[in-house]
């Protein structure tokens, strides 16, 4: 089955830095890739996907870049802010018929010190 | 922030207890799923529903029982759980099962569990 690796495990900037978030999935027919944000005591609410037709997403502050040739796909917030700060996952489905299964990463603990 | 619910928020119980978990979603969705979270570790699917049919179990103890009675609500059973059940257990849905757009899921606050 599909095996989603997340990195770093905690990452932590100052206000204004930029933060990036890198997975790696293992199986080849992935095609679409979510990003999910857990504050503390919070439901992981969707923040960005991206499907395996693009290379790029981009919304205000955040994008996700997919590199399907070497199976990796990175998460980029920029002029980070306190707000920020909370429990990144990513996941990757096949999607399409029974492909609905989403896998996770370990996830990322980011803090943005203001 | 109300468009997946569940309760109860909180749940405390002994390992000879019976408790269900409920979630109900209003967006109209025809998916509903159950994860655990344990800490450290990634979201684990346990069960999953497409149009109040159940279409997996992901390997889950029979002490965890979902029941789907309709495509509005989705709960859990739990019986003669063990410490280590003691998880945040969080439910999702989606519009579709799976394909184009309508495969995002969405979760609710999910219920923390702790088993004594």
């Known amino acids: 089955g599909e095996n989603v690796e997340q990195h770093p495990s905690t990452l932590s900037v100052q206000e204004g830095d930029s933060a990036v978030i890198k997975c790696t999935y293992s199986?080849?027919?992935?095609?679409?890739f979510p990003w999910y944000k857990q504050e503390l005591g919070k439901r992981p609410q969707l923040i960005i996907d991206?499907?395996?037709?693009?290379g790029e997403k981009k919304d205000q502050r955040i994008a996700v870049t997919l590199n399907k040739t070497a199976k990796h796909f990175s998460l980029h917030i920029t002029e980070t802010q306190p707000e920020d700060s909370a429990v990144y996952f990513c996941?990757?489905?096949?999607?399409?018929?029974?492909?609905?299964?989403?896998?996770f990463g370990k996830g990322t603990l980011l803090t943005v010190n203001p | 922030e109300t468009g997946v619910t569940q309760t109860p928020r909180h749940l405390v119980m002994g390992m000879t207890n019976k408790k269900s978990l409920k979630c109900e979603q209003h967006?109209?969705?025809?998916?509903m799923y159950w994860y655990k979270q344990s800490a450290k570790k990634p979201l684990e699917l346990m069960f999953v529903?497409?149009?109040?049919?159940?279409?997996e179990n992901n390997s889950v103890p029979s002490r965890f029982s979902p029941e789907c009675p309709n495509s509005s609500h989705l709960f859990l059973h739990l019986h003669t759980l063990q410490p280590e059940d003691s998880a945040l257990y969080l439910c999702?849905?989606?519009?579709?099962?799976?394909?184009?757009?309508?495969?995002?899921?969405?979760f609710g606050p999910g219920t923390r569990l702790t088993v004594l």
């Open positions: 991206i499907r395996s037709n693009v």
């Open positions: 999702a849905s989606s519009l579709q099962l799976a394909g184009g757009s309508t495969d995002t899921q969405y």
């Open positions: 199986d080849s027919a992935s095609n679409y």
């Open positions: 967006l109209g969705h025809n998916a």
């Open positions: 529903y497409s149009l109040e049919e159940r279409v």
């Open positions: 996941a990757a489905s096949k999607g399409g018929g029974s492909n609905y299964k989403l896998t």
